[in-house]
Structure formats: structure tokens, C-alpha cells
């Protein structure tokens, strides 16, 4: 019995988690939510090693300046498997299984000879059941009669950004929630013309993003908010980025629940 405990405590000390997420260099949307999600997941897996990456090599590089480290996913890795550590989960917090998620398994494999057993789990928004959960999540509050909320993801020019359009067809059953994009489809303009302004007179834009950064500052204030006053809306904007709500988070470690099965 007890060089069986023996063994599974060994085994143990060499199982690692590995959050890795994009990032931001805002020092009040990181610690808000993306620590908060980190810190989260360390308490709740206290029986692994859990470690971060981030995977912007621009934020990496503007937080390096500020003297905050952070790992890329591969140097993480790298120093996971000189630590001794041969059994990795590697938990993603995008969105989209896109881009960013293509890349990150890209780097998983061009380090998966160091590993015995390495693992890489699921973005937010990867099955249809995600999709009708995150929509429940994000439609718990009710919207007052002449109100409409809009929720403004980052976007981007491939196919995988067409996942917004198909969970805003999802909010919409639920009442007057739209979804746009910065970067994707529907674009400012096209997100703009969605609310009828016949039927709306306020409109509240939420970033669609785990971490309130640059893009909630100059775009969805700067740019998203006068296109829609231009049109008579009265307007508020919200600064709290997707991390900041501990359910959003808990379906987020839902996720790597999942992943710790395998």
C-alpha cells in the first residue's frame, strides 16, 4: 500500500498544467481576469504543478518592459520538460477555435517528443452545447424594453470568426442581444445597422473579450460608441473584460475538467 501511494504521489509531481492564454498589456484587465482565471485554476488544482503562457509576442515583449514575465507556450513547455515534468495539459483560453488555437497546437507538437503524455484542451466556443451555454451565460441579465446589448468580439478574416454570427443567432432567440466584431463579420458598420433604431433607443456594447485591453479603449469606446450615438442611440459602454465573471471562468475550468479525464 504504501509504495503504491508512493508511486501515484511521484506520478503526480510530474503532471503539469499549462494555461495558456493570449494576453494583455493592461495592467488592470490582466490582474481583473486573466490572473484572477490563473489564479482560479492553481486553487482548484493544487494537486499539479500549473504554470502560464501567454502567446502574443507583442504583449510578451510590452510586459517585459514593465518587468512581468511571461512565457511563450513552447518556452513554457520547454521548461516544464527540464523540470522533469513528462505528463502536460495544456489548457487554451481563446475563444475561437482559430488562429490562435491552430498556432498553439503547432507549438504542442514541435515539443511532444520531450513528453511521455501532453494534452491540449478546448476553446471557449468549440461544440454547438458551448455555444447555447455561453449564450445562456451572457443573456442572465434582462434587457430593459427599448434597450439592446451588443457584445463586440475580436474577429478575424478566416472562417473559424464566423462563430460569433452563428452565437448571435443563438442570443437573438433569447431577446434583443446582438454580436459583432472588430476585425471580423459583422464588421462597425454592419453591427451598427442590426439595431433598428425604430425599436431601440439605448444600446449597451460589452466587450466579447476574457480581458478588458486596448481594443475595449480604442475601439469599442472610441469607434463603436459614436457609431452608434451618430444614430440618435444613447450609449454605455462596459470596461469588464469575460474573465471578470467567476461563471464565465468556471466554464472556462469546466472545460479543463474535460481535459483532465482523457
Known sequence: MFLCLMTLSMSAQKSAI?????????????????DVLFSDIKSRYSQY?????YTSPTIRRILAKKNVKK????????????????????????????????????????????????????PVLYRLEDFHAVADLLTQQPVAKKEAVMFVGHGNE????????M?????????????????????LEASVSLVDPKLYKQVNVI????????????????????????????????FKGLGEDKAFREFIIKHLDELLKK
Open 49 to 53: 504543478e500549473v504554470r502560464e503562457a
Open 71 to 122: 512565457d511563450s507556450a513552447v518556452d513554457a513547455l520547454l521548461r516544464l520538460h527540464l523540470d522533469g515534468y513528462d505528463k502536460v495539459y495544456v489548457m487554451p483560453t481563446f475563444l475561437l477555435d482559430g488562429v490562435e488555437m491552430n498556432m498553439l497546437r503547432d507549438d504542442v507538437r514541435s515539443v511532444s517528443q520531450f513528453f511521455k503524455e501532453i494534452n491540449v484542451g478546448n
Open 158 to 165: 478566416y472562417a473559424s470568426s464566423g462563430a460569433y454570427t
Open 18 to 34: 499549462l494555461v495558456v492564454q493570449f494576453g494583455t498589456s493592461n495592467d488592470q484587465g490582466r490582474t481583473a481576469a486573466l
Open 207 to 238: 466587450p466579447l473579450l476574457l480581458a478588458s485591453g486596448v481594443h475595449v479603449r480604442e475601439d469599442i469606446d472610441g469607434e463603436w460608441r459614436p457609431a452608434f450615438e451618430k444614430k440618435g442611440f444613447k450609449v454605455n459602454v462596459s
Open 167 to 187: 452565437l448571435s443567432q443563438i442570443m437573438q432567440q433569447k431577446g434583443s442581444y446582438f454580436v459583432g466584431t472588430i476585425e471580423g463579420w459583422p464588421d
